[in-house]
């Protein structure tokens, strides 16, 4: 493999705006100036000058071969402050009974949810539609790489950890749910909605309905996208699945995605990160394939490798060496697969 995850540079501007405008996004808007200004911001953050309401780090997946970013991904530090709350659908039961008839029913209900003191939000997945389906599964690498550097670096994130699943849209990129709803509170259309959300949210709070939701009173097409995700998504899904994330009965007040969530202390890929020296042996039998993440001057580099422990010191292939530009005794971070 000769695909490294590394922290964004100033240098990967027009290659991260090209990715960008293969697809329609609000974490990866189409214009330069705004992803500019997020390529500083996740500069700043990894050198640790912003505290975890303001920091955000982008990774990019590099081709070192052919020299190009594949894919990107994002871990936001926290998702919800008191100047920028996080708000959400909570996914309730409610029972109504009648005595009178004997007759009783179990609603679904939606209630607006304000968080204020948010969990770590990792987000923002995109792969270069060149480097889909491709047996390196380049979208594997940069989504699990974030929880390495989470790992390594506990105190710059919260305990809970977040994540929000595109849903299924329609053809014209019309959210069903926001049809039945959103738009009849905010008289927006989906997309404009979303992008103004971006920079704030606060119209959530001030516009849609502070009294419990019933699920029946909406139309059947926005009942049956909630909760649910894209086709495409559903590997990511699977992805968080399988390593301690799960569904949050919550849902997000856009477009009913679903809502994931997982104490980082409980995700697979953290609780069994363990610290290791490199040591010289290039050759022999590795047996055992794990992420790979290392901190050097301030900025994370990464790969997937094979390798072999030998107590607190670690052997690595001779690619994995040169890939990462590795050194005697060097510390690195390794988590099984």
């Known amino acids: 493999m000769s695909f490294v995850v590394r922290a964004v540079q100033r240098e990967d501007l027009q290659q991260l705006y090209e990715l960008a405008r293969q697809f329609t996004l609000l974490n990866l808007p189409a214009e330069k100036r705004i992803i500019e200004n997020k390529i500083e911001r996740s500069i700043s953050s990894f050198a640790g000058e912003l ?62 949810n304000i968080n204020t003191d948010g969990p770590t939000e990792v987000g923002g997945l995109v792969v270069d539609r060149g480097y889909r389906r491709r047996p390196e599964k380049v979208g594997r690498l940069i989504s699990l790489s974030r929880f390495v550097y989470i790992g390594m670096e506990p105190d710059r994130f919260e305990a809970d950890l977040h994540a929000e699943m595109a849903p299924p849209l329609t053809e014209e990129g019309r959210s069903e749910f926001w049809e039945a709803l959103g738009r009849r509170f905010t008289g927006m259309p989906y997309q404009e909605a979303d992008q103004i959300s971006g920079q704030n949210n606060g119209f959530i709070q001030s516009l849609f309905p502070e009294e419990d939701i019933y699920l029946a009173l909406l139309d059947s097409k926005a009942r049956l996208v909630l909760g649910r995700v894209a086709e495409e998504t559903q590997p990511a899904l699977h992805l968080l699945n399988r390593i301690g994330f799960q569904y949050k009965d919550e849902v997000d007040p856009f477009d009913g995605g679903p809502h994931l969530g997982c104490k980082a202390s409980e995700c697979t890929l953290i609780k069994n990160l363990k610290k290791f020296r490199v040591k010289s042996s290039k050759n022999g039998k590795f047996e055992q394939t794990g992420l790979i993440g290392l901190v050097r001057e301030g900025n994370y580099l990464g790969t997937s490798s094979l390798f072999r422990p030998e107590g607190a010191e670690v052997a690595l292939p001779e690619k994995t060496w040169a890939l990462l530009n590795l050194s005697e005794g060097e510390k690195v971070h390794i988590t099984p697969l």
């Open 51 to 112: 505290g975890k309401g303001e920091a955000e780090y982008i990774f990019v997946a590099e081709d070192r071969e052919a020299e190009m970013v594949a894919g990107n991904s994002l871990i936001l530090a926290k998702n919800g402050t008191p100047t920028s709350p996080n708000f959400s659908f909570k996914v309730l039961k409610k029972e109504r009974f009648s005595r009178e008839l004997g007759v009783g029913f179990i609603h679904q209900i939606l209630r607006l």
